[in-house]
């Protein structure tokens, strides 16, 4: 969504964020999606504000709901999480 519409398209971020809940939703969270969505500063602190504590800390260390990646695969270890 983020590369697919132009930045000034007021539904760009509406996109965005329903994409994000539907990855929460099928467990899809991983590294790749929060760099993604990190990359959109104002969707990515109103969607995980509860979990940031500083905008600096590492996307690894971030303390987020266990079900938002229980399908997301380790790629180190080529097992899921």
């Given at each position: 969504?983020?590369?697919?519409?132009?930045?000034d398209d007021a539904r760009r971020n509406h996109f965005i964020t329903r994409a994000?809940?539907?990855?929460?939703?099928?467990?899809?969270?991983?590294?790749?999606?929060?760099?993604?969505?990190?990359?959109?500063?104002?969707?990515?602190?109103?969607?995980?504000?509860?979990?940031?504590?500083?905008?600096?800390?590492?996307?690894?260390?971030?303390?987020?709901?266990?079900?938002?990646?229980?399908?997301?695969?380790?790629?180190?270890?080529?097992?899921?999480?």
């Amino acid at each position: 969504c983020r590369k697919l519409m132009p930045m000034d398209d007021a539904r760009r971020n509406h996109f965005i964020t329903r994409a994000f809940r539907q990855c929460c939703s099928d467990g899809m969270v991983g590294e790749y999606v929060l760099k993604q969505l990190r990359a959109v500063p104002d969707v990515y602190t109103s969607m995980l504000q509860s979990y940031i504590v500083d905008v600096n800390v590492p996307i690894e260390d971030l303390s987020l709901p266990k079900k938002w990646s229980r399908n997301v695969r380790d790629r180190r270890q080529n097992r899921f999480r």
